[in-house]
T-cell receptor, first 116, second 115 residues
Framework: AQKVTQAQTEISVVEKEDVTLDCVYE???????LFWYKQPPSGELVFLIR??????QNEISGRYSWNFQKSTSSFNFTITASQVVDSAVYFC?????????????FGDGTTLTVKP | GAVVSQHPSWVICKSGTSVKIECRSL??????MFWYRQFPKQSLMLMAT?????????EQGVEKDKFLINHASLTLSTLTVTSAHPEDSSFYIC???????????FGPGTRLTVT
């Protein structure tokens, strides 16, 4: 069975601070996908990143960066110089690869509040 | 990226009635679609896998007779909540799998309120 743990339920920071959202996962699969999604109050999921299990390279996209550590089964997400618009619920998710890629297991989410 | 739509975006129905939610892949064909449910301030939970031309596969604990899924075409899957009750009030989100890349695209969700 797959499991995703986001230990931080809520995080509150002041604008321009850096913030890291933690994600730890469990799976018996050797090939899998990891995801991060943003869910603003409207409810629509915003895709942020997908990482294949065999690709441990860290990724940076603007103010966002992701650190994938297979040895510790973690896939952490850092927002640099946070902004008020970053306030949302962030979900880490895990899925099997290939034809079962749509069967995702989500963490409980981290609610990020960025104060001006 | 590919686009998935849902209709309606929100619906209010009376207890005991049935409501149908549509999920469409607008610019690609999807042999496999998925239905998730999200209760307020909770995570998304996979309900079922919808396969074009065959029966849906339901996750443990999901009543297949209550949540009817039909995937009659490569671009449309429907979820019908039969005899809805207030505890069925939730945010229902579908996704479609782009087979060429195994990428999953989510719809915008449908908020169901049963009174």
């Amino acid at each position: 069975a797959q499991k995703v743990t986001q230990a931080q339920t809520e995080i509150s920071v002041v604008e321009k601070e850096d913030v890291t959202l933690d994600c730890v996962y469990e799976t018996r699969d050797t090939t899998y996908y990891l995801f991060w999604y943003k869910q603003p109050p409207s409810g629509e999921l915003v895709f942020l990143i997908r990482r294949n299990s065999f690709d441990e390279q860290n990724e940076i996209s603007g103010r966002y960066s992701w650190n994938f550590q297979k040895s510790t089964s973690s896939f952490n997400f850092t927002i640099t110089a946070s902004q008020v618009v970053d306030s949302a619920v962030y979900f880490c998710a895990l899925s099997e690869a290939y034809t079962n890629a749509g069967k995702s297991t989500f963490g409980d989410g981290t609610t990020l509040t960025v104060k001006p | 990226g590919a686009v998935v739509s849902q209709h309606p975006s929100w619906v209010i129905c009376k207890s005991g009635t049935s409501v149908k939610i549509e999920c469409r892949s607008l610019d690609f064909q999807a042999t496999t679609m998925f239905w998730y449910r999200q209760f307020p301030k909770q995570s998304l939970m996979l309900m079922a896998t919808s396969n074009e031309g065959s029966k849906a596969t339901y996750e443990q604990g999901v009543e297949k007779d209550k949540f009817l899924i039909n995937h009659a075409s490569l671009t449309l899957s429907t979820l019908t909540v039969t005899s809805a009750h207030p505890e069925d009030s939730s945010f229902y989100i579908c996704s479609a799998l782009l087979a060429s890349s195994y990428e999953q695209y989510f719809g915008p969700g449908t908020r169901l309120t049963v009174t």
